[in-house]
């Protein structure tokens, strides 16, 4: 069963599998693929043996182009380590696929061909200033790419309230976006916030303006929060809390069957 036919029955959890930079990037360190490759597919089998829904494979290049650009070693390598983790995880297992900042078109590719089911948008709908400049969306290009290569079926979520989206330009309410977002083509939205209120309020307005749109969670949950946080939401994107070392570690299966039996405890 894929991910999108369980959002709102049940609490899907997605965690990340943060990528050290690749290969067609600046910091990207010389001979460091095979490893990056390896850790990446061990976490992810971490949390298909943990009972995690699935993962995203997320670069963490930590200096970004603020368009569709991505550098086709880059893109390859992305490919590479997404069918990996396809193979070596269960078939229901999700994978997606984010080539930050917001490089979407080339994330559905990766995803199409090699055993994605969705990809995370930064930036689906509007602009956010970011510290390597502007982005801008631009969801004509998404759409007529995504119906190109033929990949309706690799789903969309898409941040409109969280760290890695922010609208720029006159406020809008969280669900107004959330709405806007849902017309140009997205299956679920992502929001999130430090603080745990202002996260509650951020589902909501979501509830209000765009009922039965699917809200996950875009990170700041843990242990201690989640059970609150997954009753109004339902998924979540998890990291640090998974993570030995903090963010960026290995992911410890025993984290993640404790964090999946909160989850589950929160569903019929």
Not at 102 to 120: D, E, F, T
Not at 130 to 146: F, K
Not at 155 to 168: E, L, P
Not at 190 to 210: F, Q, Y
Request: with cysteine; hydrophobic share 45%.
């Amino acid at each position: 069963m894929r991910v999108f036919d369980t959002l709102g029955r049940r609490k899907v959890v997605l965690g990340m599998v943060h990528l050290r930079p690749l290969p067609g990037t600046p910091l990207y360190e010389e001979g460091s693929f095979p490893e990056i490759l390896d850790v990446a597919v061990e976490s992810a089998r971490a949390l298909d043996e943990g009972g995690a829904d699935g993962c995203l494979v997320q670069t963490v290049d930590r200096v970004y182009g603020t368009g569709e650009d991505s550098d086709p070693a880059r893109t390859t390598a992305m490919g590479l380590i997404t069918s990996a983790i396809a193979s070596a995880t269960r078939p229901d297992f999700q994978v997606g696929v984010q080539l930050m900042r917001n490089a979407l078109q080339a994330s559905l590719a990766v995803a199409k061909v090699a055993g994605g089911s969705y990809i995370r948008a930064g930036a689906l709908v509007g602009a956010t200033l970011t510290a390597h400049g502007m982005v801008q969306a631009d969801p004509l290009a998404v759409a007529e790419y995504r119906r190109k290569i033929n990949a309706q079926q690799v789903k969309v979520i898409a941040d409109v309230d969280s760290m890695h989206f922010k609208w720029f330009g006159e406020p809008k309410p969280t669900g107004e976006v959330a709405r806007a977002a849902l017309q140009v083509g997205a299956d679920a939205v992502a929001v999130g916030h430090p603080d745990e209120a202002t996260t509650l309020e951020m589902v909501a307005s979501v509830r209000r303006a765009a009922p039965g749109l699917p809200v996950v969670l875009a990170g700041y949950t843990d242990h201690g929060n989640a059970a609150r946080l997954l009753a109004a939401a339902d998924g979540a994107f998890v990291g640090t809390c998974l993570e030995v070392g903090g963010w960026g570690g290995r992911i410890d299966v025993e984290r993640v069957k404790a964090y999946m039996e909160i989850v589950r405890s929160l569903e019929p």
